[in-house]
């Protein structure tokens, strides 16, 4: 299983961006998705996440902000980011728990590669 992350760019403050993230491989079921994101010397952290159902939480500096969403038919899960600001510059991942086969119970996690989002003041 992959995860492809895009979509990440240069954006002025107050602007817009779509990620993409696309898995492919040996997939039965993706169960929860999130996106995280890791600015240089911090940690990485939860930014947004969906349930295989839809429900979704964030993180509280993007609440209102960003959307996350999810196609299940093209097994991509997307985050919709407006209002962007300078403190939102970070390299993006999403992460993914997949259930590979129909003979499985358990669902293994994965990691995208990352796509870098800057954002300029």
């Known amino acids: 299983v992959q995860l492809q992350a895009s979509g990440g760019g240069l954006v002025q403050a107050g602007g817009s961006l779509r990620l993409s993230c696309a898995a492919s491989?040996?997939?039965?079921?993706?169960?929860?998705v999130g996106w995280y994101r890791q600015a240089p010397g911090n940690q990485r952290d939860l930014v947004a996440r969906?349930?295989?159902?839809?429900?979704?939480n964030y993180a509280d500096p993007v609440k209102g902000r960003f959307t996350i969403s999810r196609d299940s038919a093209k097994n991509t899960v997307y985050l919709q980011m407006n209002s962007l600001k300078p403190e939102d510059t970070a390299v993006y991942y999403c992460?993914?728990?997949?259930?590979?086969?129909?003979?499985?119970?358990?669902?293994?996690?994965?990691w995208g590669q990352g796509t870098l989002v800057t954002v300029s003041s």
């Open positions: 969906i349930t295989s159902g839809g429900r979704t």
């Open positions: 992460n993914a728990d997949v259930i590979r086969s129909r003979s499985e119970i358990f669902s293994y996690n994965y």
């Open positions: 491989g040996s997939i039965s079921r993706i169960n929860d």
